[in-house]
């Protein structure tokens, strides 16, 4: 539908039909038509869409996981395969929550920390960040890598949240300030959100890393092991200076 609306024939019949009913709907797809030919954004898009599956292919076409590359325009798609000869599909890999439960469940790099922090305890020690000369456990690791995540979306001390960029509407206006987006990318130099804003399936994630430390505390991973790294457990914070058995029992 989309592809068609981006023809001049068709938007110009669809802006004809809606001209009497819909007149400012009407108006917005002439003036649609007018900046596609304008700009020339079809033809740049078949242009630049060609590149992006060639080098697509040239990248991923051998994966004994990747069944076939394809695209159209500015969209493309590789479909992941359990078999490349058969096609088979992987099991719910069309399911993105079970997609990220299941990374969950086999070790994300926080949840392998914590898990890992369970076996060795406060004995065993990494330099984080590498070179800074900091001890820390990796129960303390995984907290750090979670804050840093986390202040993405948080509000530093001027009040403004990195993922709003310089967007001054969503930094200060009081109907939008608050209301987080969960983008698709982020700049690697200021943590601005950059490309779909809605990607709560995945982004959203950010909330359950601050969970999992706003209700686990270190004595409780050692106390209850792999359960409390997987399972959060509902005692407040404050519960760390009573001692793992009011954490455990909180």
């Given amino acids: 539908m989309l592809h068609a609306l981006l023809t001049e024939c068709s938007v110009s019949n669809t802006a004809r039909r ?108 990494v330099e984080c960040p590498t070179g800074s000369g900091r001890m820390m456990t990796l129960y303390q690791v995984a907290e750090e890598l979670s804050k840093r995540l986390a202040s993405i979306f948080l509000q530093d001390e001027r009040g403004r949240r990195p993922v709003n960029g310089g967007v001054e509407k969503f930094q200060t206006d009081p109907h939008f300030k608050d209301y987080v987006w969960f983008y698709e990318y982020f700049h690697g130099d200021n943590g601005a959100g950059l490309g779909a804003s809605h990607q709560t399936g995945w982004t959203g994630i950010v909330a359950r890393a601050m969970h999992l430390f706003a209700t686990n505390t270190p004595e409780q991973v050692l106390e209850l092991g792999k359960k409390a790294a997987v399972v959060e457990i509902t005692a407040p914070r404050r519960a760390r200076n009573a001692g793992p058995s009011a954490a455990a029992t909180g």
């Fill in 18 to 125: 809606l001209n009497q009913s819909q007149p400012a709907i009407s108006t917005a797809l002439r003036r649609l038509r007018d900046i596609l030919e304008r700009e020339g954004l079809v033809e740049n898009a078949r242009k630049v869409g060609g590149y992006l599956l060639e080098r697509l292919r040239k990248a991923f076409g051998a994966s004994p996981i990747v069944g076939e590359i394809r695209g159209l325009g500015m969209l493309a798609a590789l479909e992941i395969v359990r078999d490349r000869q058969s096609r088979e599909p992987f099991p719910n890999v069309a399911d993105p929550a079970w997609i990220a439960h299941r990374a969950f469940d086999r070790g994300l790099i926080v949840r392998a920390l914590l898990q890992y922090y369970a076996y060795y305890g406060d004995e065993f020690m």
